[in-house]
């Protein structure tokens, strides 16, 4: 499996434009996360998402955030309009999760993530 | 509420010693589980060693060992024989068993002196 998928690496992008990031999770897993990272807040839970349905938005920033999960295999986060405030790292994480016990395989597995700079 | 707590901001250690980044968390769910990522300069998220709260031993994986003690809720992460290649952010990180969220420490600064 190739891990975790995300796109765009880099985002550079003018203050209003829309952005939209992209996730693939790993085949299987049925949990995905989106996180941003910050120096100043450091990794924050946006959203995330089990079978395909959201479960807790409650760390969405505003309304400008939105996710989707349309599918098993696709994600996207988009921010419109974005703002300079946005500019962060924004990793995608998928994990399998044991209905029966827990085990290691409870364990988060992340993309490379998107680095994004509004200007 | 779901709370981790690293209070290390930085930390030094000379290569070859021992070192110990310090964890605690906060929960109400008696199911739970523990985890730690390292992340290097170049921002991937390295997946290290995992606890689960119903786990009587202590987790070990290589020089990774994770010292749980339940009843103080700490979750510290030890590095034997540190390594250069051992500079890094540390992140500490709770899953509950309710809904699998799963939140981040502030993260610890390591680094290893020559």
């Known amino acids: 499996d190739a891990g975790v998928i995300q796109s765009p690496r880099h985002e550079v992008t003018e203050m209003g434009q829309e952005v939209t990031l992209r996730c693939k999770p790993i085949s299987g897993h049925d949990y995905l996360f989106w996180y941003r990272q910050t120096m100043m807040r450091g990794l924050e839970l946006l959203i995330y998402f089990n079978n395909n349905v959201p479960i807790d938005d409650s760390g969405m920033p505003e309304d400008r955030f939105s996710a989707k999960m349309p599918n098993a295999s696709f994600s996207t986060l988009k921010i419109q309009p974005s703002e300079p405030r946005d500019s962060a790292v924004y990793f995608c994480a998928s994990s399998f999760s044991v209905v029966t016990r827990w085990s290691g395989a409870n364990v988060l597995t992340f993309g490379a993530g998107s680095r994004l700079t509004v200007l | 509420a779901q709370k981790i707590t690293q209070t290390q901001p930085g930390m030094f250690v000379q290569e070859k010693e021992a070192v110990t980044l310090d964890c605690t968390y906060d929960?109400?769910?008696?199911?739970?589980?523990l985890f730690w990522y390292k992340q290097p300069s170049s921002g991937e998220m390295i997946f290290l060693i995992y606890q689960g709260s119903y786990d009587q031993q202590n987790a070990t994986e290589g020089r990774y060992s994770l010292n749980f003690q339940k009843a103080r809720k700490s979750a510290n992460l030890v590095i034997s024989a540190s390594q250069l290649g051992d500079s890094a952010m540390y992140f500490c990180a709770m899953r509950e068993g309710r809904g699998f969220k799963t939140i981040f420490g502030a993260g610890t600064r390591l680094f290893v002196k020559a």
């Open positions: 929960t109400s769910d008696p199911s739970y589980g």
